[in-house]
């Protein structure tokens, strides 16, 4: 009877102890296929390149996703866009060139469409719309903080019409937007499209991606000299409003003097080039939907971050 009892009480215990194992195994590969997800989109990494080389290549869209994209998985085309004459450029009239990652992009949790439609619009391809979300000329098809931006500018009473041009795209390190990176070149040939209208504001925010790549301060400060410097020698003369912006995801190596962060902080010269926001600290986790991207609470703090600081420079007194 004794050993009976024994007998069960060990197959009781092994049930257990390889519940937990199996537990465990679980809970560490659901972790480690978060943070690789996590990774490898900062990082524009196997499988993430490929699956957006094969989508852009090949026109393929999600379940959700309707849009139709061009080679550098800049959306081009989606339903539901209002087209309308543009705006004639006049002193009141603000021009924002949007450049960056993802969160420069349409990855935001809430699309937002704008709350002045005769004055905020969303130029690309030589055509004005509506502003809305997802913005035309950048990557995704979700929601994003420029919209909000322009209607803030609006409401402070900056501008009396703004047009936005938005170029970000999701996963890209600073060396792809830098002189003789394939970035830069698209950006060079939208600016060149845009015959009717000057830039009067840059917004850049991207960094996720160059934190997970180890780019050094040297570096980046290296790269985002030579984007500005190709911009004005393509006649771009607009001051750049720019973030401290590095987290994204999880990462046990990530700590907020990073070198990414240092360069973007380095930066700032007060006169040409203008720290609008550190994202990496002004937003708490609720900010972000996926630890990465923008909730819409942080649309909303970005996007007055930046409000606040092209209106200063923009009305000093």
């Not at 061009?70 to 339903?79: K, N, P, T």
């Not at 040409?272 to 002004?282: G, K, R």
């Not at 900010?287 to 703090?301: A, I, N, P, V, Y």
Request: with cysteine; aromatic share 10%; proline share 3%.
């Amino acid at each position: 009877m004794t050993d009976t009892r024994e007998s069960a009480r060990n197959n009781a215990s092994s049930k257990i102890r390889k519940a937990l194992i199996v537990t465990c195994l679980s809970l560490v590969t659901l972790s480690s296929a978060y943070l690789f997800g996590a990774h490898s989109y900062a990082r524009n990494i196997f499988p993430i390149d490929l699956i957006r080389t094969l989508k852009n290549k090949y026109n393929i869209t999600s379940a959700l996703g309707i849009g139709q994209y061009d080679e550098f998985g800049r959306l081009v085309a989606i339903s539901g866009k209002k087209e309308v004459s543009c705006p004639a450029q006049s002193s009141e009239t603000g021009v924002l060139l949007s450049i960056g990652q993802s969160n420069a992009a349409n990855f935001a949790e809430k699309k937002v469409i704008t709350r002045y439609p005769n004055q905020v619009f969303n130029y690309y391809d030589g055509k004005c719309f509506v502003a809305s979300s997802p913005l035309l000329g950048a990557s995704g098809e979700e929601g994003e903080f420029i919209t909000p931006l322009a209607d803030k500018l609006i409401e402070y009473g900056t501008y009396k019409a703004i047009v936005i041009i938005s170029s970000g795209i999701g996963g890209t390190p600073i060396a792809r937007w830098q002189e003789d990176g394939d970035l830069n070149q698209m950006l060079l040939d939208t600016l060149v499209s845009i015959k009717i209208y000057g830039v009067t504001d840059v917004v850049w925010h991207q960094g996720e991606a160059d934190f997970y790549n180890s780019t050094s301060t040297k570096i980046y400060e290296r790269s985002f000299y030579s984007l500005k410097n190709s911009l004005r020698t393509a006649g771009v003369t607009a001051p750049f409003f720019i973030a401290v912006a590095t987290k994204c995801g999880i990462s046990p190596y990530w700590k907020a003097s990073n070198p990414t962060a240092i360069g973007q902080k380095n930066l700032q010269d007060n006169s040409q080039i203008f720290l609008a926001v550190n994202t990496d600290e002004l937003l708490e986790n609720e900010d972000r939907r996926d630890l990465c991207h923008f909730s819409e609470t942080g649309q909303l703090k970005t996007a007055t971050a930046y409000a606040d600081a092209i209106h200063k420079y923009r009305r000093p007194h």
